[in-house]
């Protein structure tokens, strides 16, 4: 109980933010909620996890501000946060955003044989299965709920009328669910950087993260290729998201090989831009 009325009171706070968001428009709100975040962000609980998490990234590499990293990182969740009001201007138009590897979107029209798309929560992440979807490229994605009941319908509402129709919840239910999608010819796209606890121990940053297999699993049982989708977010608020070229699954002796290739993948995207990454998942647990 008592956590359903904290819910129904954070829920109350995220649509009054809303609001305002939609009030002041884009470019206001954009700055407003960046400044917010970067206040509060540090205040949370997930703060301890942040800082674990790039303990374990400083092993890898020594070329990076920590301080930098998360100050950017909750202006970047700022960002993102307030620009779900105007996912209806991102659909509408495409003079925020820049498209490399566009070839690799065009092969799939093409061939008219579906591919599995992975990436992690960079930038606004939710753009990336946006813009294959204006391509018009038949795309289901999967994804995870909120525990906030008073707040999920409306995110689920934004993203199956702006980002993908085809919205698939996490979970045994869900797999089936995507198998019936790639039967009837549907991409799929799903995150990879996130923890799952039915996943396997799979290196991560040299340390074993329960990572999720579905990917390979998808794609070695349909012989289908993986595209990896990278997105940043420019200095001017535009972003330029990349398309990989496809990972042939066939290269790979089973899934937890292909896994480690993806996680590998995953790790140079982070590299790349470590502050636009989401710190705040407890990826090593």
């Known amino acids: 109980m008592i956590k359903l009325i904290?819910?129904?009171?954070?829920?109350?706070?995220?649509?009054?933010?809303?609001?305002?968001?939609?009030?002041?428009?884009?470019?206001?709100?954009?700055?407003?909620?960046?400044?917010?975040?970067?206040?509060l962000g540090p205040l949370f609980r997930?703060?301890?996890?942040?800082?674990?998490?790039?303990?374990?990234?400083?092993?890898?590499?020594?070329?990076?501000?920590?301080?930098?990293?998360?100050?950017?990182?909750?202006?970047?969740?700022?960002?993102t946060f307030i620009e779900y009001m105007f996912l209806n201007k991102f659909r509408k138009y495409n003079s925020h955003i820049i498209i490399n590897g566009e070839e690799n979107l065009n092969d799939i029209l093409k061939n008219d044989k579906p591919v599995i798309f992975v990436s992690g929560h960079f930038a606004n992440f939710e753009l990336m299965s946006m813009e294959i979807t204006k391509k018009n490229i038949k795309l289901a994605t999967i994804y995870r709920p909120l525990n906030n009941i008073f707040l999920n319908p409306f995110m689920e509402f934004l993203r199956k009328k702006y980002v993908c129709e085809n919205q698939i919840k996490k979970g045994i239910n869900g797999v089936r669910n995507a198998i019936g999608y790639i039967r009837k010819n549907y991409s799929i796209a799903l995150m990879i950087d996130q923890r799952v606890s039915e996943g396997?121990?799979?290196?991560?940053?040299?340390?074993?993260?329960?990572?999720t297999t579905l990917p390979a699993q998808l794609?070695?049982?349909?012989?289908?290729?993986?595209?990896?989708?990278?997105?940043?977010?420019?200095?001017?608020n535009d972003f330029v998201i990349q398309f990989h070229n496809?990972?042939?699954t066939d290269k790979f002796e089973n899934k937890l090989k292909l896994t480690q290739h993806l996680n590998t993948v995953l790790e140079k995207m982070i590299l790349k831009n470590p502050n636009q990454w989401i710190w705040s998942h407890n990826r090593w647990k």
Not at 46 to 61: A, C
């Open 219 to 236: 794609s070695l049982k349909f012989n289908l290729d993986i595209i990896p989708v990278f997105i940043e977010r420019t200095k001017g």
């Open 6 to 39: 904290s819910y129904f009171f954070q829920s109350i706070i995220i649509y009054f933010f809303f609001l305002i968001g939609r009030v002041l428009g884009l470019k206001l709100s954009r700055n407003l909620f960046s400044f917010i975040f970067s206040f």
């Open 246 to 248: 496809p990972i042939k």
């Open 200 to 211: 396997e121990k799979i290196s991560f940053f040299g340390k074993n993260a329960s990572t």
């Open 46 to 79: 997930s703060n301890k996890i942040i800082n674990k998490n790039l303990e374990t990234f400083s092993f890898n590499t020594n070329n990076f501000d920590k301080k930098e990293i998360i100050s950017e990182m909750w202006k970047n969740y700022g960002m």
